[in-house]
């Protein structure tokens, strides 16, 4: 009966009374919202549905983003330790040959090395022979020009600059200190071998040093000492300054200064600060000298034999 009400409502309504009608109206009214309930129910669960499908879209595509930077990632560590490999391995390589180039080098380095010094040796061989013949021809060429023994005299030796003084210092005169005691004691009364003034300047030059003078002057000055040449023939142009004297059967050379225009040359201001003779051998008795404040220095004379030319030093220190 309900379904025939269902279908023909208008009809079913108009024969029943008011209290049926209301009740057909409460159902259908009910059936409606139920109906209308369950369409919003299912709205609402296909959004819900297209929404989680849409999380789980968005889910998946992060994940594959996520997936492909970390492929990404571990292509790019890859391909960096890879070209990190390659780099290594190519340093390692330019290395390896250049270390072989470099211990090729030195062993070539030291072969062109040995065979330099072999020369080097070879050569100072051959003109240390050169230089042994030309000092033995020069010595002897001196001993046919200046025979020692017209002079009957003892003589010392002195190396000359070719046979080792080619490392020491040329220093000027001026600045070098001599060594007076020294001197004397290998030198006094000797002759000077080989002949001329180099080698008497460096006997009396200071070890280590070579002495730079001049060979046009008779009178040398040092740093604490002066040394004059005066020639046994020519001795006359001194006889101003050196005198000989014999006191109780021993002869004495002793010197005086004195003083040109008003003005002391230089050389004669040293010679009047070296050490003093013996207070007898005073030749100008009104003359008393006072003694330097400064310390004295010695003299050293020296002279020359023009046949033989060989240089004799005698001491003037106490004279």
């Known amino acids: 009966m309900d379904d025939l009400q269902y279908l023909e409502p208008e009809q079913g309504i108009g024969r029943l009374d008011w209290r049926m009608r209301r009740k057909a109206q409460a159902q259908e009214e009910k059936r409606r919202t139920t109906v209308k309930l369950r369409e919003e129910r299912r709205v609402q669960r296909l959004r819900e549905k297209k929404k989680m499908q849409q999380q789980e879209r968005k889910i998946r595509q992060r994940h594959k983003e ?4 970390a492929r990404l990632v571990a292509k790019e560590l890859e391909l960096q330790r890879r070209t990190e490999e390659g780099e290594l391995m190519r340093m390692e390589d330019r290395a390896a040959r250049q270390l072989v180039k470099q211990e090729a080098r030195s062993r070539k380095l030291k072969q062109v090395a040995m065979k330099k010094g072999e020369l080097n040796e070879q050569m100072g061989a051959i ?8 000092r033995e021809r020069e010595e002897a060429r001196n001993k046919e020009m200046y025979p020692v023994r017209k002079l009957p005299l003892p003589f010392v030796h002195i190396a000359d600059r070719s046979e080792g003084c080619s490392t020491k210092s040329v220093v000027v005169t001026p600045l070098l200190k001599v060594d007076a005691n020294l001197f004397h004691a290998f030198s006094l009364g000797k002759q000077f071998l080989p002949p001329g003034r180099h080698s008497v300047m460096q006997g009396v030059c200071p070890g280590g040093y070579t002495a730079y003078f001049r060979h046009d002057v008779d009178v040398h000055v040092w740093k604490n000492a002066m040394t004059l040449f005066v020639h046994g023939t020519t001795g006359m142009l001194y006889r101003y300054m050196f005198e000989e004297n014999e006191v109780h059967g021993r002869t004495y050379v002793s010197f005086r200064w004195t003083r040109c225009q008003d003005v002391t040359p230089p050389v004669l201001h040293r010679v009047s600060q070296l050490q003093k003779g013996e207070e007898f051998l005073r030749v100008d008795k009104s003359y008393d000298d006072t003694l330097s404040a400064e310390k004295p220095e010695p003299l050293l004379l ?7 030319c060989q240089h004799t030093h005698q001491s003037l220190d106490d004279d």
């Open 66 to 69: 996520s997936v492909q930077l």
């Open 302 to 308: 020296f002279i020359q034999y023009p046949k033989v």
């Open 127 to 134: 003109m240390a022979g050169r230089l042994k013949r030309e």
